[in-house]
């Protein structure tokens, strides 16, 4: 049993930065696979960048160069460093934990992006 908190958001400048973080409650986080996803009102949810239990990291094109996705299994917490940020960014992103039949979502964190 995982749950999971989503922290971090808020209203940013274009080009600006701001980190997320995705704390997570249960004492195997270190075996799940995480992942950060968002969506805007009218859209399919869209994986942004996912982090496997041994460092692996892999990104969407539109996030390459400009968010770094990472995790510290001793705080049970995954991170999504945002630079460079652009107004089609906006959205409501969600951190989600996956192994195997199991998938954890979290109640989402409002990012916008605006001048």
């Known amino acids: 049993q995982v749950q999971l908190v989503e922290s971090g958001g808020g209203l940013v400048q274009p080009g600006g930065s701001l980190r997320l973080s995705c704390a997570a409650s249960g004492s195997i986080f270190g075996i799940y696979t995480m992942a950060w996803y968002r969506q805007t009102p009218g859209k399919q949810r869209e994986l942004v960048a996912t982090?496997?239990?041994?460092?692996?990291?892999s990104y969407a094109d539109s996030v390459k160069g400009r968010f770094t996705i990472s995790r510290d299994n001793a705080k049970n917490t995954v991170y999504l460093q945002m630079n460079s940020l652009k107004p089609e960014d906006t959205a409501v992103y969600y951190c989600n934990a996956h192994l195997s039949r199991f998938d954890y979502w979290g109640q989402g964190t409002q990012v916008t992006v605006s001048s």
């Open positions: 982090i496997t239990h041994g460092g692996s990291t």
